[in-house]
């Protein structure tokens, strides 16, 4: 099974940007995906983006679309999540995710918070 490793994560003030980084031990096939995900305390978890390795097509959460980003360089396996115009409501734990849809992911990563204060 591929371990995924994400990166990046801090504390920044409302308004900063910040760039998630995820690394697959393995290689990713191009008809799966690759996603981010979210976790608030006391919330459930919450589609944020993905992008299809293959031909690199995006979707994007709508509390999040137009100020994150997705991207992929398939050379190093690895996914990209830039978030600009950070609100404090972004706050939570994001997680690295792999499979073949947003509903059959198969591996997740160990999660890293991000504190976004006002």
């Known amino acids: 099974q591929v371990q995924l490793v994400e990166s990046g994560g801090g504390l920044v003030q409302a308004e900063d940007s910040l760039r998630l980084s995820c690394t697959a031990s393995a290689r990713i096939g191009n008809t799966y995906l690759m996603a981010w995900f979210r976790q608030a305390p006391g919330q459930e978890r919450e589609f944020v983006a993905a992008?299809?390795?293959?031909?690199?097509?995006?979707d994007y959460g709508d509390s999040v679309k137009g100020r994150f980003t997705i991207s992929r360089d398939n050379a190093k396996n690895t996914m990209y999540l830039q978030m600009n115009s950070l609100k404090p409501e972004d706050t939570a734990v994001y997680y690295c995710?792999?499979?073949?849809?947003?509903?059959?992911?198969?591996?997740w990563g160990q999660g890293t918070q991000v504190t976004v204060s006002s």
């Open positions: 992008i299809n390795w293959g031909v690199g097509s995006t």
């Open positions: 995710a792999v499979g073949v849809s947003i509903a059959a992911i198969y591996s």
